[in-house]
């Protein structure tokens, strides 16, 4: 009979933990990267717009710019295109904030840099709030503009 208790109150409170242990899962709080943080934007397509650059040596360049991006959960790929030409980027989304990089073959090559870009995005706006290395030649002081999304 003792048995029977123990018997049963184990088979009550493992029915209690497995109800209440929410072994499923729910796509409105996932991401593929499974790291928790999730995108609440979807930054697929084509982005056009102007980057505004002050260089060290005070001097400043306008600079056209088209991002064409892929999303799939967090990450992203795509094309970073400026009137140097076209490179491949990657980066990641977190709840509205987008951080790319892509490599510039400087020197031919024989040096290349990173670059790297912060934006956030609402709606079909992007604005840009930070970036490093956006030169092969000079470094940058500060970075503003706003693109948009075509």
């Excluded at 123990?6 to 709080?29: A, H, K, P, Y």
């Excluded at 360049?61 to 094309?79: D, F, H, I, K, R």
Aim: glycine share 12%; proline share 2%.
């Amino acid at each position: 009979m003792k048995f029977l208790k123990v018997f049963f109150l184990l088979l009550v409170v493992s029915l209690f933990i497995t109800g209440c242990g929410g072994g499923g899962s729910d796509s409105r709080d996932s991401d593929s990267s499974g790291d928790g943080d999730t995108a609440t934007v979807n930054v697929t397509g084509t982005w056009t717009g102007t980057l505004d650059i002050t260089w060290v040596d005070t001097s400043t360049t306008a600079m056209a710019v088209t991002l064409t991006l892929n999303q799939s959960g967090n990450t992203v790929t795509g094309l970073f295109t400026s009137p140097d030409g076209t490179l491949d980027l990657t980066g990641t989304v977190v709840n509205d904030t987008l951080s790319i990089s892509y490599t510039m073959p400087c020197d031919s090559g024989a040096n290349p840099k990173t670059a790297s870009m912060t934006f956030t995005v609402s709606g079909s706006t992007m604005t840009v709030t930070s970036g490093a290395k956006l030169s092969c030649s000079k470094d940058e002081t500060s970075i503003s503009g706003t693109l948009t999304k075509q």
